[in-house]
């Protein structure tokens, strides 16, 4: 069956900082990947998609970015983390639009 | 920009009752909807698609899909204290597996 993986489940980083978030899947091949935020109390906003290795599409500027270096991995960084990067990031996958999309258990950014 | 728009809430029903929540959407060419249930602190899961209007049942679950009005609804019947969550009603837009998700409505079932 199929799972993702996601990590770190928290982190606290001071304003500044450079930030690594890695999201893995097992169990099927080319999957689409995405990420999300989700600020306090708000809804999800789609950060970026991915349909394959190294084809990163972004959905909104801001302070982040994606890359895509293996089939089942996406990474979200950002070079200098602004206070408004807090949130709870998701990442999902989909293969087909009978299922939706499948969440991992997500990360909690603070920035302090 | 594409949208979906709920009802903040919180919607309080006793337990036993049965939870209505609702959806509407502004992208008139959307032929997928989904709804996720995200408890505090969580990750949101799937809990039903539609596709077809009319209504589709799971269990104690209930998705109705109307496309010419544009909305989409979730019934819980005979509502549980589990069932207290946040509800997000998810919309499939673009080419390429987007949703795009409404901020959902906080549920609260009190026994």
């Known amino acids: 069956s199929q799972t993702i993986h996601q990590w770190p489940a928290t982190l606290v980083q001071p304003v500044g900082s450079p930030l690594s978030l890695e999201c893995t899947v097992e169990?099927?091949?080319?999957?689409?990947l995405y990420w999300y935020r989700q600020a306090a109390g708000r809804g999800l906003q789609l950060l970026f998609y991915?349909?394959?290795?190294?084809?990163i599409s972004s959905e909104v500027p801001q302070n982040l970015s994606a890359s895509r270096p293996q089939d089942r991995q996406f990474i979200l960084s950002s070079k200098k983390l602004l206070l408004s990067d807090s949130g709870f990031y998701l990442c999902?996958?989909?293969?087909?639009?009978?299922?939706?999309?499948?969440f991992g258990s997500g990360t909690r950014l603070t920035v302090v | 920009q594409k949208e979906v728009e709920q009802n903040s809430g919180p919607l309080s029903v006793p337990e036993g009752a049965i939870a209505s929540l609702n959806c509407t959407y502004s992208?008139?060419?959307?032929?997928?909807f989904f709804w996720y249930r995200q408890y505090s602190g969580k990750s949101p899961e799937l809990i039903m698609s539609?596709?077809?209007?009319g209504d589709k049942e799971d269990g104690r679950f209930t998705a109705q899909l109307n496309k010419a009005s544009q909305y989409v609804s979730l019934l819980i019947r005979d509502s549980q204290p589990s069932d207290s969550a946040t509800y997000l009603c998810?919309?499939?837009?673009?080419?390429?597996?987007?949703?795009?998700f409404g901020a959902g409505t906080r549920l609260a079932v009190h026994p």
């Open positions: 999902a996958w989909s293969v087909g639009l009978s299922y939706g999309y499948t």
């Open positions: 169990g099927t091949s080319n999957p689409n």
């Open positions: 991915s349909v394959g290795i190294g084809q």
């Open positions: 992208d008139r060419g959307s032929q997928s």
């Open positions: 539609i596709y077809s209007n």
């Open positions: 998810a919309v499939l837009s673009g080419g390429y597996n987007k949703l795009i």
